[in-house]
């Protein structure tokens, strides 16, 4: 049973929140994925555009072809731009799938061009990050898989629009066991007048 959006401050869902790469094979209730997606919408939007869209994938073999395919993109990019460097090698791993096994995967995008269209997809995605957090639900954002996302023929079939862009791709669900938050440094601040 997911625990209710309200049972968290703010403070405790900024400072808890972390990236969950571990998750129970239970999937997420359809209630429990609207109201994270009704506190994504709730983010601000440059000049009320409300650009996002979303794109819900919790079909395994979906998700598995998906993370193929982005790990043959990283994988090419890798060996052809970074071709001594070492961290992206997981990439070329069979086991490895880029979405930890997840079994939603959220993805946010716009139907509208643009820096501000970009920044409220953003937002948006803090939002739900920060709702899914309070109701105890994990999430990753999954920056990796966003060239496959944007290929045409991998919009085609996920039925994403051709002039839609994938922004934000994030994985939702029941973490398998407790992450703690990691550091951070401190605010720099570079002007104060
Ligand atoms: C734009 C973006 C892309 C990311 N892409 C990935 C990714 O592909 N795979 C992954 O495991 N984590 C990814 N992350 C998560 C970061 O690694 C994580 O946020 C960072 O290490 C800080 O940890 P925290 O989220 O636990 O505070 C991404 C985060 C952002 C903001």
Redesign the pocket.
Known sequence: MTESIDTMTVRDAIYG???V?AYAPEQIDHLTLSTVLAAAVRAPTAMHGEPWQFVIIQDADVLKRLSDRAKELISADAARLHPHRGGLDIFSQTGFN?F?DARTLVIICTKIAGHFALADCWLAAQNLMLAAHAMGLGT??????ALALNLPDVKLELGIPPETTAV?PIIVGKPRSQ?L??ARNEPIIVAWR
Do not use: K, M
Not at 140 to 145: F, L, N, R, Y
């Open positions: 929140r972390c990236s790469r880029v930890y990753c954002v999954i920056g990796s898989a934000a992450t938050p990691s």
